[in-house]
């Protein structure tokens, strides 16, 4: 297995850093926790950067540019934990060699602790720091120690977002040739074995983990998947998950921008990331309109459309595009609920108005 992927490190690189931002300059936290459990020797054979060296340059880069804007900042406490301690110990000497790190950032452990024993830990101390906001990164080689119920337990402390990076192609292959326990074991968790859907290729596979994910977690929660392409139809992916509606939205900003830059940018006339790959034509529908077609047969608030949105795995401006499309067809309605005038293409579908006006607009099929 190829531990390092330059789509994987650009995707976590943008999403820290918007993390870090924004959690550095709100006032309600003093502090953030990052628990990278599999996290490797930092930097690879081929000069390729892994997950602590992103991590640790990511930090540092949002302290300077904070205190250059004279900025509230925020310290991150880091544990990087490997199973292997010539890993940890790599890792250590690279930070050290390349002064990435210093005690005014925050406190950095290194741990050589097995995933399965260091989960419960770490769910235990996102816990009882107070103020603080967590982050944890689960990259495994397989998915064998994996478990839907470890990323729940960390989900519940409503403190943190997770990461994960699954190897879906090998998982879907052994669906196919017969399943090994480990695989058994892990869809079991989430679905009964009876309800587990076929899967016709990588990317189907990786579309039903996502709805089970979702099912399995319910709508509290917010779960969306990036997928990577290795070689030619060989998918793998990373899931994300979160309690914090904001953070996803996020999580979705550095997904779109990634896939923008590659040519999968999402257009509303055209067909999104999963259709791309989809060989088969009839496919070609444009999820996020199909799913307004249904979802607004009941009016909804701007509130309700701005988190539905966001459980599509959409960005607002998606769903603005899409209201438009379908207000230029005058196929819905748009009704003020507050007696206020309603600009027209306003459709008050953003983090604020969700927040201090959710109930400022009804719109519905007409
Ligand atoms: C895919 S690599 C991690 C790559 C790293 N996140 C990066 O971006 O460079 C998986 C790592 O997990 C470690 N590992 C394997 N099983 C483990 C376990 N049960 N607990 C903790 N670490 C484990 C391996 O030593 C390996 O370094």
Redesign the pocket.
């Known amino acids: ?1 190829i ?2 992927s330059e789509v ?2 650009r995707l976590l690189n943008l999403y820290i850093k918007k993390y870090l931002n924004i959690l550095s300059r709100a006032q309600a936290f003093e502090k953030v926790q990052l628990f ?6 930092g930097i690879y054979e081929n000069g390729g950067e ?2 602590p060296i992103i991590f640790m340059k990511a930090i540092k880069e949002v302290y300077y540019r904070n205190q250059h804007e004279s900025q509230k900042t925020i310290k991150v406490d880091c544990v990087f ?4 301690p010539s ?1 940890t110990e790599k890792v250590k000497s690279i930070i050290e060699q390349k002064k990435l790190h210093y005690p005014f950032l925050g406190d950095l452990r290194f741990k050589n602790i ?3 024993t260091a989960l419960p830990l770490v769910v235990r101390q996102i816990s009882i720091v107070k103020n603080s906001k967590s982050f944890v ?1 689960i ?3 397989g998915y064998s ?1 994996v478990r839907a119920s470890q990323i729940q337990s960390i989900l519940e402390t409503k403190k943190a977002e997770v990461l994960l990076f699954l190897p879906t192609q090998h998982m879907f292959r052994f669906e196919k040739k017969g399943r090994p326990t480990a695989l058994h074991s892990f869809i079991e968790d989430i679905v009964p074995q009876k309800q587990w859907p076929n899967s016709h290729t990588g990317i189907d596979f990786i579309e039903n983990l996502k709805s089970a994910f979702r099912e399995y977690l319910g709508n509290e929660f917010y779960v969306d998947s990036f997928i990577i392409t290795r070689e030619k139809n060989q998918f793998f992916c990373l899931f994300f998950f979160t309690s914090h509606i904001y953070g996803f939205e996020k999580m979705l900003d550095a997904k779109w921008e990634i896939d923008s830059e590659e040519g999968r940018g999402w257009t509303y006339k055209n067909p999104d990331l999963p259709t791309l790959f989809n060989q088969s034509g009839s496919n070609r529908v444009n999820r996020l309109e199909k799913f307004f077609l249904s979802f607004l047969k009941e009016s909804r608030t701007n509130a309700e459309i701005y988190a539905a949105t966001l459980h599509q795995g959409f960005r607002p401006t998606h769903a603005v595009e899409v209201l438009k499309g379908l207000s230029g067809q005058e196929k819905i309605s748009v009704t003020s609920n507050d007696g206020q005038k309603i600009r027209k293409g306003s459709y008050y579908i953003n983090y604020n108005d969700y927040c201090d006006r959710p109930n400022r607009i009804s719109i519905n099929l007409i």
Not at 36 to 41: R, S, Y
Not at 81 to 84: F, H, I, M, V
Request: aromatic share 16%; hydrophobic share 25%; charged share 40%.
């Open positions: 297995m531990e390092h994987k490190v990278d459990l599999f996290c490797g020797e892994g997950s934990n490997d199973k292997e890993k097995d995933y399965v990164f990259d495994p080689y120690e």
